[in-house]
């Protein structure tokens, strides 16, 4: 995930008319059903989004404590792969053993706070830049990266304690040399990997979800399967918490991600903009919404 639906012109709109129907004790435009029968059919499914925001809004009422207490299974903190990374070179294999902490953005620290831009900025700063609809701007990032009920899985590599990394360069234009300090950081057991999420609500009708804003791998542990796995424990905390989807936002032009979510049963969203034709112009997308169904406990 790269880019926020914030950072859409027209979400933020949106996302305060969920809110507001939350709130309201007339049925919401997005859950009355239009059938003939809808007075009836209206009822539960009212209830079930009422019922559904009442456990987001507790649960982002929660410590970080009380929250991975009630929702992250202890043992999905700690990953262990024998896969090896397909960039790795010959001479270290990357770590086996990764842990993932668990923090609200309030409590990163500042290295934290860095390592995570960092990240964001080597994999994804280009896909950003090409993008008329969003450009990249590293104030409103570090901004939105802040905001309030935000919360990370960090993963660390199981060896020393963390340090801030100095850079790194896309990814795309690694040399041996950049292999080489990335490889280093690794060992220092730094930052290789996040996601962020925010339990809220979206798509059409709007729904609480688990929203992933990011999720970033370091180049040097890509293909071992923390991406699938923190992919997986997001589900986990989404069908824990009781929402109804897990949701995404992709640019087009970053294929690998999007097959990436494919194959983790990811489809594009009800909600996601379409093309569309203005003045004899057709106007394509350069992002797409996408979101998987979670089924109840
Ligand atoms: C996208 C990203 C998070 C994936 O993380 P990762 O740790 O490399 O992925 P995993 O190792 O968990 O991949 C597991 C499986 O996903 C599937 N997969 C991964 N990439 C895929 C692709 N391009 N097409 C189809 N399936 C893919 C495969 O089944 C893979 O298993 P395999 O390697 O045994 O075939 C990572 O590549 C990354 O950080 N990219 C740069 C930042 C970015 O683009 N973030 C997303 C922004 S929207």
């Given at each position: 995930?790269?880019?926020?639906?914030?950072?859409?012109?027209?979400?933020?709109?949106?996302r305060?008319?969920?809110?507001?129907?939350?709130?309201?004790?007339?049925p919401?435009?997005?859950?009355?059903?239009?059938?003939?029968?809808?007075?009836?059919?209206?009822?539960p499914?009212?209830?079930?989004?009422?019922?559904?925001?009442?456990?987001?809004?507790?649960?982002?009422?929660?410590?970080?404590?009380?929250?991975?207490?009630?929702?992250?299974?202890?043992?999905?903190?700690?990953?262990r792969?024998?896969?090896?990374?397909k960039?790795?070179?010959?001479?270290?294999?990357?770590?086996?053993?990764?842990?993932?902490?668990?923090?609200?953005?309030?409590?990163?620290?500042k290295?934290?706070?860095?390592q995570?831009?960092?990240?964001?900025e080597?994999?994804?700063?280009?896909?950003y830049?090409?993008c008329?609809?969003?450009?990249?701007?590293?104030?409103?990032?570090?901004?939105?990266?802040?905001?309030?009920?935000?919360?990370y899985l960090?993963?660390?590599?199981n060896?020393?304690?963390?340090?801030?990394?100095?850079?790194?360069?896309?990814?795309?234009?690694?040399?041996?040399?950049?292999?080489?300090?990335?490889?280093?950081?690794?060992?220092d057991?730094?930052?290789?990997?996040?996601?962020?999420?925010m339990?809220?609500?979206?798509?059409?009708p709007?729904?609480?979800?688990?929203?992933?804003?990011?999720?970033?791998?370091?180049?040097?542990t890509?293909?071992?399967?923390?991406?699938?796995?923190?992919?997986?424990?997001?589900?986990?905390?989404?069908?824990?918490?009781?929402?109804?989807?897990?949701?995404?936002?992709?640019?087009?032009?970053?294929?690998?991600?999007?097959?990436?979510?494919?194959?983790?049963?990811?489809?594009?969203?009800?909600?996601?903009?379409?093309?569309r034709?203005?003045?004899?112009?057709?106007?394509?997308?350069?992002?797409?919404?996408?979101?998987?169904?979670?089924?109840?406990?």
């Amino acid at each position: 995930m790269a880019m926020s639906k914030e950072a859409m012109l027209e979400k933020p709109t949106k996302r305060k008319a969920c809110e507001m129907l939350e709130s309201s004790e007339q049925p919401s435009p997005n859950t009355m059903d239009k059938s003939p029968q809808g007075q009836e059919k209206n009822r539960p499914t009212k209830r079930l989004a009422k019922a559904d925001s009442k456990a987001i809004k507790v649960a982002n009422n929660l410590s970080t404590l009380a929250f991975k207490n009630a929702f992250i299974p202890s043992e999905n903190l700690v990953y262990r792969t024998t896969k090896r990374a397909k960039q790795a070179s010959t001479t270290a294999a990357p770590p086996q053993v990764f842990n993932i902490i668990f923090h609200e953005a309030s409590e990163l620290t500042k290295n934290q706070m860095y390592q995570c831009f960092n990240l964001i900025e080597s994999t994804s700063r280009s896909d950003y830049e090409s993008c008329a609809t969003f450009g990249w701007h590293p104030r409103r990032k570090r901004r939105e990266m802040s905001e309030d009920e935000m919360r990370y899985l960090l993963v660390y590599s199981n060896s020393s304690s963390p340090n801030p990394p100095k850079g790194c360069d896309n990814a795309d234009n690694q040399t041996a040399h950049d292999e080489d300090n990335d490889q280093a950081k690794i060992q220092d057991g730094n930052l290789v990997a996040f996601l962020s999420f925010m339990l809220t609500h979206d798509s059409t009708p709007c729904v609480p979800v688990l929203y992933i804003y990011e999720i970033h791998t370091w180049p040097l542990t890509r293909g071992i399967g923390l991406g699938q796995h923190l992919m997986h424990l997001a589900e986990t905390i989404a069908r824990n918490v009781g929402v109804q989807k897990v949701m995404l936002t992709c640019f087009m032009r970053n294929t690998k991600a999007m097959g990436f979510y494919e194959s983790m049963g990811f489809s594009k969203d009800v909600c996601s903009p379409e093309e569309r034709v203005t003045r004899g112009r057709t106007v394509e997308v350069e992002y797409v919404i996408m979101s998987k169904e979670i089924s109840a406990r």
